[in-house]
């Protein structure tokens, strides 16, 4: 090939590139008069000059340029001004370079020069043969602040750039590597430097939609404001894109995303940030439900897309990552989050209201939308985005507010980061922690309990969430037609069975499995598994078995993180003293802690079954030698299926629990959302949320965060309580036998009303003994007694209880013998008569006095018809 058929080549390839760009491309012309870059007499902007006719002046002169900068004929003296960079702990480019962004260099340097403020727009160097010359005659001497200074309306960048998209780094395969979310720079179909971006070559006549400058170690590529700006361009079709803020690429989505990178259709932000995970997550931001055209449908308010200088009717999908990110945000704001501090806008937002400062708090960017219909910047449609806010102020709620975390005002969350904590290595050069929205252990409050916290993104990734009720989708696909909701499904009816499967609005979170080496319900999770990562286009099957895929496929994996050892170590948080912060106040239930849902919602495979044979008492943890006999840990199918069917429970009754866990008793699953989640008061006899709320445990009227009432006191006359949602009293257990019929109903019917915790552990997650039962004749570890320890409490008459968090709430069941479903007798029940060391005091102090023997007897003396 001679060098002439090279260029022709060459020019041949760079042409079809440019045919390849969209009408919307075509629109834009290199034309600075038009521009607010016209600082001359002729510009039509606010800030322009009324006595200097000349354009170009104002940033270039033919003679006495500063030769020292990388512009061509550059025209101003820059000032000797010290920058505030921005960072972040998943700014990957800070921890490969060994420092956090430098101060700024090549053309960003230039554009600074009038937009930090600092410099009058005015003063060049040159002006028709004079030196240092301050052009006169402007309204604005220096930038002007727009909207204010501190708001993410203004090109006032100052010098603090904290909340301003990064610059000055350099952009390789080094950080495409580490990020896994970035564009790799050698992925192109000219198999060189690419189309898309790379540093300018005039000798190959190499010209990349976005440019790089030389400014790095070795002249490597760096971003910095050319990359995405071009100074002189303007759009001629003012209703695509209405403010093009002088970008090489489109401003908002064209066409609906796909995996491939498409200049014309899609947003120039997708230029560099490869949200198709390069190649390997397929298309998950592309149909998620913030960029999918079939989901993100809503339509901007007309004063909210008028501050936002969006054009009108923009659609939720076509706003796509400016929906929550501003390049030049508010102050205060983090990882360019669009109106995210706490600060209050003097105008509501949705009337076109925007924030000045504040502190860091990511909620509010999702509060745009996430709202009511009044107070959303959308307009109200058939689908809105769940109104999440409102459950955030519940009596009851999870601590998303600055104020209400321990840190005492400061946002903790924070992704990504160089940490390596046995579970999650974040070191490596691959680790992609930042892209998957990685936390420490330490950022958790493992170690540190002021960090403990809860961010939307701790249990959701914005840019993977999907509409579908399977986080997979359709067999994998989610790009087919998307489901009514994100939400799991949970229907009142027969016919399928309820599962574990995490929903779409869990789709590409991270979460932990515990991994076990013990049944002991008195041993902790001794080691976790990091779920993390993008599905693509992988699914499971739709059923109750545990995995070992390597990304959350379980809603528990998400929750266990935080509401487990690994997010706390071996000290449980506690509940909130003060009763100012949203938790729920020391005290209720008599807790003073939270507890390990790990260690209770283990379900052991070689526990879930029961027969008269079935003796795994002492491997659950029960001590007592006759606790061992027909007994088993128990739990609530959170992690796994209980094994016991509505045969092996010997129920006969159809409709034994209430829909739809009547569906497949034993085999089914359950979320933690199924009893955590905003309260529903409607009905009795369901946890669906109520209209307008959304599934989820952001918060509630009921400590908790609990859908329904529970507590000491409580039992079938209770309204709205909990465990009756889902349970049937007078059929849904195995307690029955000797000719009484269903136990429960014979109690109920002989002593009027029975307290829930009067049986059965306060905490129902999981329990050393079968049906959740407590058994005053083998309390143990479990109480602060030492291991391998059975102590029986003394009980005499019917104000005798025992009281011990977090497990026993005025707890009176002893249990002599334990018995299969269908097998119980009024003798199953009684004293072990212990003595001496092993018969410690009730709460109510009859320490001296025992009530022996077993049966109807014992029972009369021990319980009575609770007065409320």
């Not at 949203?582 to 003073?592: I, M």
């Amino acid at each position: 090939m001679t060098m002439k058929t090279g260029r022709l080549l060459g020019a041949s390839l760079m042409l079809m590139a440019m045919l390849l760009a969209s009408e919307s491309q075509a629109a834009r012309e290199s034309r600075i008069s038009a521009t607010k870059h016209n600082l001359s007499s002729s510009g039509t902007g606010t800030t322009h000059s009324t006595t200097e006719s000349q354009i170009c002046v104002f940033c270039h002169t033919p003679h006495g340029s500063d030769t020292s900068q990388s512009a061509p004929l550059w025209n101003k003296t820059l000032a000797n001004t010290t920058y505030t960079a921005y960072t972040s702990s998943s700014l990957d480019a800070a921890t490969i370079q060994g420092v956090s962004a430098g101060q700024p260099l090549g053309s960003s340097k230039l554009c600074l020069s009038c937009h930090d403020g600092v410099m009058a727009l005015g003063s060049v160097r040159v002006l028709q043969g004079q030196q240092n010359v301050t052009i006169g005659g402007g309204t604005q001497v220096t930038m002007p602040a727009g909207s204010g200074s501190s708001t993410g309306y203004t090109r006032l960048l100052g010098t603090d750039l904290t909340n301003d998209h990064p610059i000055s780094v350099t952009f390789d395969q080094a950080l495409s590597d580490r990020d896994g979310e970035l564009r790799r720079p050698s992925a192109s179909p000219l198999n060189r430097w690419g189309t898309v971006f790379g540093v300018r070559s005039a000798q190959d006549s190499y010209k990349p939609l976005l440019p790089l400058e030389p400014t790095g170690s070795g002249s490597a590529g760096q971003v910095q404001c050319t990359t995405c700006h071009d100074p002189h361009i303007r759009e001629t079709d003012l209703t695509a894109e209405r403010n093009i803020k002088f970008l090489r690429g489109n401003r908002v989505q064209k066409a609906q995303p796909t995996s491939t990178y498409v200049a014309g259709n899609d947003i120039v932000c997708l230029s560099c940030h490869d949200k198709g995970m390069q190649g390997v997550g397929g298309n998950s931001w592309a149909y998620s439900a913030h960029a999918n055209s079939n989901v993100a449908t809503q339509t901007y308010k007309t004063a909210a897309a008028d501050t936002r200088e969006f054009p009108s009717g923009i659609a939720v999908w076509q706003a796509a990552c400016l929906n929550c990110h501003d390049t030049h945000t508010v102050s205060g704001s983090r990882r360019l989050l669009r109106e995210g501090t706490d600060a209050s806008p003097a105008t509501s937002l949705y009337l076109g209201g925007f924030k000045a400062g504040g502190s860091a708090a990511l909620e509010e960017t999702c509060y745009q939308c996430h709202n009511d219909t009044t107070n959303s910047i959308l307009n109200s449609a058939s689908s809105n985005p769940p109104n999440v806010k409102q459950d955030f102020a519940l009596t009851y709620r999870m601590r998303i507010r600055n104020v209400d975390q321990p840190a005492g005002g400061t946002e903790v969350h924070d992704v990504g980061g160089n940490f390596n904590d046995t579970y999650n290595d974040c070191t490596g050069a691959a680790n992609k922690c930042g892209a998957d929205l990685i936390e420490s252990r330490t950022q958790l409050g493992n170690g540190n309990a002021n960090n403990r916290h809860v961010e939307c993104s701790d249990c959701h990734n914005p840019h993977r969430v999907a509409k579908f009720q399977l986080f997979y989708g359709n067999a994998g696909s989610i790009s087919g037609t998307p489901d009514a909701s994100a939400a799991h499904k949970h229907t009142n009816a027969s016919g399928y069975t309820h599962t574990n499967v995490a929903s779409g609005a869990l789709r590409g979170s991270w979460g932990v499995e515990p991994g076990y080496t013990c049944c002991s319900f008195h041993t902790a999770a001794t080691s976790y598994t990091v779920r993390r990562g993008d599905p693509g286009t992988d699914s499971v099957p739709n059923d109750s078995n545990a995995d070992t895929k390597t990304y959350v496929t379980r809603e528990y994996q998400v929750c266990l993180k935080c509401h487990s050892g690994y997010g706390y170590g071996s000290t449980p948080p506690n509940l909130d003293a003060n009763n100012t912060k949203g938790l729920t106040p020391s005290g209720t239930n008599a807790l003073t802690q939270y507890t390990d849902q790990a260690k209770e919602f283990q379900a052991p495979a070689s526990h879930a079954d029961e027969s008269s044979t079935f003796n795994m008492g002492a491997d659950g943890g029960a001590v007592d030698a006759n606790a061992n006999n027909k007994n088993h840990r128990s739990w609530h199918p959170v992690m796994g299926p209980t094994g016991r069917t509505a045969t092996k429970r010997n129920i006969t009754a159809t409709n034994a629990f209430k829909l739809p866990w009547s569906n497949a008793v034993g085999t089914q699953t359950m979320y933690c959302s199924d009893c955590h989640g905003s309260a529903v008061t409607t009905s009795a006899n369901n946890v669906i949320p109520e209209t307008g709320k959304a599934w989820g445990p952001h918060g509630s009227g009921n400590p908790f965060i609990l859908k329904g009432v529970w507590g000491a006191g409580m039992n079938t006359g209770t309204a709205n309580l909990l465990c009756l949602k889902c349970h049937n009293p007078t059929s849904s257990s195995g307690f029955s036998g000797g000719g009484k019929g269903n136990l429960h109903a014979y109690h109920i019917d002989r002593i009027g009303k029975i307290n829930c915790v009067w049986c059965h552990v306060a905490v129902p997650h999981g329990w050393k003994n079968r049906s959740l039962l407590v058994n005053l004749n083998d309390v143990g570890e479990e109480a602060g007694h030492g291991a391998g320890s059975s102590k029986e409490v003394a009980t005499n008459g019917n104000a005798a209880h025992y009281l011990k968090p977090p497990y026993y709430l005025y707890a009176k069941n002893k249990i002599s013998s334990f018995a299969t479903s269908g097998g119980w007798s009024d003798t199953s029940c009684g004293s072990r008569s212990k003595t001496g060391a092993n018969l410690i005091t009730s709460t109510d102090g009859a320490s001296g006095s025992n009530t022996t023997g077993t049966g109807k007897n014992w029972m009369t003396n021990t319980c009575s018809n609770p007065s409320n």
